[in-house]
Nanobody
Framework: QVQLVESGGGLVQAGGSLRLSCAASGNIFRINTMGWHRQAPGKQRELVARITSTTGGTTYADSVKGRFTISRNNANKTVYLQMNSLKPEDTAVYYC???????????????WGQGTQVTVSS
């Protein structure tokens, strides 16, 4: 069994900062990527940022480039999202997503966290 434990969401004023964390545990052979997606009311879930465990390569949504930074701690199987200069349009439920291998003999699969609410007031 696999778990993703998210933390760090909350309410913040526009221009403020929050740091999200997502810790993975359980039956994980190797992590391919970890990242954050978000879903605002009435909108589709979208990629915010993703990081590759081996190379540290990152991908960001255009809307968060220069404001958000994703990082990882491979030893703790944890990914972080530092969010600065937050805007009301960043308000959403943020979901951690992990793409991982359960063993060396199967394809990778996705696993989602439960989500954490981020609310940015104007």
């Amino acid at each position: 069994q696999v778990q993703l434990v998210e933390s760090g969401g909350g309410l913040v004023q526009a221009g403020g900062s929050l740091r999200l964390s997502c810790a993975a545990s359980g039956n994980i052979f190797r992590i391919n990527t970890m990242g954050w997606h978000r879903q605002a009311p009435g909108k589709q879930r979208e990629l915010v940022a993703r990081i590759t465990s081996t190379t540290g390569g990152t991908t960001y949504a255009d809307s968060v480039k220069g404001r958000f930074t994703i990082s990882r701690n491979n030893a703790n199987k944890t990914v972080y999202l530092q969010m600065n200069s937050l805007k009301p349009e960043d308000t959403a439920v943020y979901y951690c997503k992990m793409n991982y291998f359960r063993s060396a003999y199967v394809s990778s699969t996705d696993y989602w966290g439960q989500g954490t609410q981020v609310t940015v007031s104007s």
